[in-house]
């Protein structure tokens, strides 16, 4: 390990370390998706108030759309030697300036998505406590006790993280898989039927809602590239575990959702979603596998939203230790532990802020479900969008400049489509943003300045830097392109 300082507390300013292979950066980047929720979670909802039967499809049709969008960045990920995913890319390909912007764009967002799995997780806590008749407090001293075993577990080396996250991913998949294989072997409700995935069923009901709620199952993925330091070959494993983890959770998104359409039967998933969209997924395992698999589902929903969180908070951590790398935070958060090789300064940082963003919740006196998740799962959702359209597009103005690798499909074919099916569903998830928070237009528009600010801010930071530190500017696409 590379050595520059050190610190009395244990950290010294180095690159990050690991081993972790294909396999492992999956289980990461798979795990922030947190499959068994959006299976049990979003796709109900989906199935409720977007596209009904034909739900199923948009995973595939988003997956596809990623897919054209990870050739440009497994491209980009070949040429660029540092982490930081969509900060360095589009600082490399579009300008110093812009790329710092998105990179606090990409700060909030994925602070969003913490504060909204968080409050999720605090209530599911509070309420599976009480119907286990044990003492159950409020859901934010749940919160707060899951943010510091969060914490913990993100100050210390990535491989522990690894094998907690790998353990409950392997579990909520296997559950789900077992149910998708009785209800095709019994032949489900009305019998195996591909309705789901004809373009009468997908374009019905308000398709524009179920493509939303399809995209954001998938947030999470681009964050293979985020791990590069801490990769085995990185110039083969980041491109390799970028695309399995899309196709892995496409295809189990797809595959899943339509074995929901069949155990409860075409004709009546949509009333049942409606009716109780937040118990369809436990009382299908009941009717298929019984009480004891029911019970696990339920157990294994809150496993998938802890090893989402601690997912996610592996990532901020290691965007805010980047974006210290280059001096646009400040330069401790750079810092990596001695003996775990973590970012051990911005693991410890990340902690603070989601006490204070949980704790300010709850001052405030939002909602754990209706409000804090909700508002921020949509907020999220609506950020990384935004991001990787940027992306897309510099990857196409980088390797205009960039002849280094010359595949035309790599470096302006497929980023291009991709760009292109960015911004369509950038522009569907705009429009139905109401919808996916759960709020009205002034709260939707609300939320959106919230990414436009921070996108403001990073800049302005920038700008900053280059009108009264311009080594420090300079070096910025350096630091993160070299």
Not at 14 to 27: D, E, M, N, P, R
Not at 32 to 54: D, E, F, H, R, S
Not at 77 to 93: C, D, E, L
């Amino acid at each position: 390990m590379a050595t520059t300082t050190q610190s009395p507390a244990g950290t010294e300013h180095a690159s990050l370390s690991g081993s972790l292979g294909v396999t492992a950066i999956v289980f990461m980047v798979v795990a922030a998706a947190a499959p068994l929720t959006v299976i049990g979670g979003g796709t109900p909802v989906g199935l409720a108030l977007g596209n009904g039967v034909g739900f199923p499809a948009n995973y595939i049709l988003a997956a596809v759309i990623l897919i054209l969008f990870s050739v440009g960045m497994s491209a980009m990920s070949r040429r660029i030697s540092k982490p930081g995913a969509f900060f360095t890319y589009i600082g490399a390909g579009l300008s110093r300036s812009l790329g710092v912007g998105a990179a606090f764009v990409a700060l909030v967002t994925y602070t969003a998505v913490q504060l909204a799995v968080y409050g999720f997780l605090g209530e599911q806590l509070h309420i599976a406590a009480a119907s286990a008749h044990l003492p159950s407090p409020p859901w934010w001293v749940w919160a707060f006790a899951v943010i510091v075993f969060v914490g913990w577990l993100g100050y210390h080396n990535i491989d522990l993280s690894t094998k907690v996250l790998g353990v409950a991913l392997v579990a909520e998949i296997l559950i789900v898989l077992i149910l998708d294989v009785v209800v095709l072997a019994t032949g489900g409700a009305q019998g195996i039927s591909g309705e789901s995935f004809t373009p009468h069923a997908a374009l019905s009901g308000s398709p524009g809602v179920g493509l939303t709620f399809a995209i954001a199952g998938f947030i999470g993925f681009e964050a293979t590239a985020i791990f590069r330091d801490e990769a085995r070959d990185p110039e083969r494993t980041v491109p390799r575990a970028t695309y399995a983890a899309i196709i892995l959770i496409g295809a189990f998104y797809a595959l899943s959702a339509w074995v929901l359409v069949l155990a409860v039967g075409p004709s009546k998933i949509v009333a049942a979603a409606q009716g109780d969209p937040s118990g369809l997924m436990v009382a299908t395992t009941s009717r298929y596998l019984g009480g004891f698999a029911a019970g696990a589902v339920q157990v294994l929903m809150l496993t998938s939203a802890f090893a989402c969180v601690l997912s996610f908070h592996n990532v901020l951590a290691r965007y805010m230790h980047a974006m210290g790398q280059t001096k646009v935070l400040p330069a401790p958060l750079a810092e990596v532990h001695k003996s775990f090789g973590s970012p051990a300064r911005a693991s410890i940082v990340q902690t603070i802020t989601a006490v204070v963003l949980v704790g300010a919740s709850v001052l405030i006196g939002l909602d754990p479900i209706v409000q804090v998740f909700s508002w921020f799962s949509g907020l999220a959702v609506l950020g990384v969008l935004v991001l990787m359209t940027f992306t897309s597009i510099a990857v196409i103005v980088y390797f205009r400049h960039d002849h280094a690798d010359r595949r035309l499909w790599n470096t302006v074919i497929a980023p291009a489509l991709g760009a292109i099916g960015l911004v369509g569903l950038t522009l569907v998830v705009a429009v139905n943003f109401p919808v996916l928070i759960g709020g009205d237009v002034g709260l939707a528009v609300g939320l959106a300045l919230v990414i436009v600010l921070a996108l403001i801010v990073g800049i302005s930071v920038a700008l900053s830097l280059k009108r009264k530190h311009p080594e420090i500017y300079e070096n910025v696409v350096d630091a993160i392109a070299s």
